[in-house]
């Protein structure tokens, strides 16, 4: 199944979905102190093999642009290229790397290449400094609140 084709939202409600479903296990054989009800946190990471809050976060981070690959088993998210309606003569691509099942700002890669329409041609061009961090940022800050959302509601 190729997710390039399937839509942020359906692709992130298969992954909740997933993860939720596993949510309701419970271990009738034993006590109630020893049954153990997987947080949303745990299941995910097991199902998608990365962090699942760095993982959704960086779903809705990049929901603007189109992605042409998705691996949640190696976490690995490539957007195709971008254009701002309102600045027509540049775009983006990005590419994210999550690394790690835990919640960390070092298990979290984004990598940016612009482009400008220069006479007609596509010219890559420098990236202004810190975009990268700041998208790295607003993953974490996103990551970061769906987690205290989530402990919240347990």
Known sequence: MSFA???IKTLTAFVLGTSLT???YLDTSTTPEQNYLPTIQEDMSSAIGVNG???LAALDTVSLFPISQVDSNGGVILTDWF???DASTERLKMSIYI??????ADALHVSIIRQE???GMWINAT???GTSLQVEDAILAKARELKINTLENE
Do not use: E, F, H
């Open 5 to 7: 084709k399937i839509g």
């Open 53 to 55: 809050y760095l993982w």
């Open 127 to 129: 990236v202004r400094a």
């Open 83 to 85: 254009i701002d309606p």
């Open 22 to 24: 596993a949510c309701s």
């Open 117 to 119: 329409l220069i006479d």
């Open 99 to 104: 690394t790690d099942k835990t919640l960390r």
